[in-house]
């Protein structure tokens, strides 16, 4: 029985952020332009804490300027209106990224509007969901971005491949099928409450799942030979009455039947962070008027 090739994020991550860093210098040198990438976190939550580090960290390892700005969770929505429009228009400032979701009294979509469409790294800002809508150049979102990277890089050609997405978030579910139609793709969006969701599954050739949902999608629901991508990060508790990590995919099953799986840990998280870096030097070139380097 053959078992399924694992597509290293992480170390795809990693190669990625060096490019990144290459292109930095470039900036520097030949423009004085230092990329700069500004994370605001309202509340504590520890997980969104460890992220907004590790966000910071890989921001200055690849030469650029960081910026991060912590309000308390009792903050109110026009203290974030303030500080999103003080980065704005601070010039040393390329990307700006909100972390999501916020406190229940501030409204999500009126800070991600708030922010300079130029600026918007994560992509969600709708005039950037509208160009990727109609094809025009925009911020697609970090993590669809990194997924069609790694598929590319590794599968080269995907047009004619029949892709099925499993979800149907503003994040994730709706840009990535969008990006695969770029490709050539043939493209279903699904959901829980498709109708044989598990029938659906195995006509793809690219399975995406990003759902939400802990080992959702089951070993026979794969296509023998097929490509997943699981974005799924789910936190759950083992017998042993600790917790560890799992995706959308039944991982040990799903590696009996496709050709290629992300895992989870350390498949599409590592290269969300990598492509955010990637956007905000896009977004520096593309504001200063300049070509991004190669």
């Not at 969770?73 to 010039?91: F, G, I, M, Y």
């Not at 109609?134 to 971005?145: D, E, L, N, R, W």
């Not at 600790?242 to 290269?271: H, N």
């Amino acid at each position: 029985m053959t078992t399924a090739t694992i597509l290293d994020g992480k170390a795809y991550a990693a190669d990625v952020c060096g490019r990144v860093a290459k292109k930095v210098t470039k900036l520097k040198a030949e423009h004085g332009l230092t990329p700069g990438l500004a994370v605001v976190l309202v509340g504590e939550d520890p997980a969104s804490q460890v992220y907004v580090r590790n966000k910071g960290k890989q921001t200055l390892l690849a030469g650029m300027k960081s910026e991060e700005v912590q309000l308390p969770a009792t903050a109110a929505e026009d203290e974030v209106l303030s500080v999103v429009q003080r980065l704005n228009d601070d010039p040393s400032i390329h990307g700006i990224l909100v972390q999501l979701p916020l406190p229940d009294q501030i409204d999500d979509y009126a800070v991600i509007d708030c922010i300079d469409p130029a600026k918007d790294v994560d992509g969600f800002h709708v005039i950037n969901s509208g160009r990727l809508f109609v094809g025009q150049p925009s911020m697609a979102p970090c993590t669809p971005t990194g997924c069609i990277s790694l598929l590319k890089e590794r599968f080269g050609d995907l047009k004619g491949k029949h892709a099925i997405v499993v979800g149907r978030s503003n994040i994730v579910g709706k840009p990535m099928a969008l990006l695969l139609l770029q490709e050539h793709c043939t493209v279903t969006i699904a959901h829980s409450r498709t109708v044989d969701l598990a029938g659906e599954c195995r006509r793809a050739d690219i399975l995406v799942a990003a759902v939400g949902r802990p080992r959702m999608i089951r070993g026979d629901w794969i296509k023998p030979g097929a490509i997943v991508i699981d974005v799924g990060v789910n936190r759950i508790e083992t017998d042993e009455g600790k917790t560890k990590l799992v995706g959308d995919v039944a991982f040990d099953e799903a590696l009996e039947v496709a050709g290629a799986i992300t895992p989870v840990p350390g498949g599409v998280g590592p290269m969300t962070i990598a492509f955010l870096l990637a956007n905000t030097v896009t977004a520096a070139c593309r504001q200063a008027g300049i070509e991004e380097p190669l």
